[in-house]
């Protein structure tokens, strides 16, 4: 069973910063974080492989890094530049067998303009 542990969220002005942690029950290939925005679908935010190749969205290219320790299970990402449109639920996900299996409760960041 996969159980992830998202915290670090908070709110901030734009143009603040906010690091987001989670820490997973087992060691997984790919990692990853999606974030749901009230009345929108979840949305992929980026992901990173095992050995460290990380894939972004568009919307936050050169604003987010994501980053895994694999000796303990955890992975984060490093939000800068923070926008109103980044105000979100942000969901940690590990994949397993080409699924996604998300956080349970998921950390709110909120961004006021």
């Known amino acids: 069973q996969v159980q992830l542990v998202e915290s670090g969220g908070g709110s901030v002005r734009a143009g603040g910063s906010l690091r987001l942690s989670c820490v997973a029950s087992?060691?997984?290939?790919?990692m990853g974080w999606f974030r749901q925005a009230p009345g929108s679908e979840r949305e992929f935010v980026a992901s990173q492989d095992e050995s460290g190749t990380s894939t972004y969205a568009d919307s936050v290219k050169g604003r987010f890094t994501i980053s895994r320790v694999n000796a303990n299970m955890t992975v984060y990402l490093q939000m800068n530049s923070l926008k109103f449109e980044d105000t979100a639920m942000y969901y940690c996900?590990?994949?397993?067998?080409?699924?996604?299996?998300?956080g349970g409760r998921g950390t709110q960041v909120t961004v006021s303009s």
């Open positions: 996900a590990a994949e397993v067998a080409r699924v996604w299996h998300y």
């Open positions: 087992g060691h997984f290939y790919y």
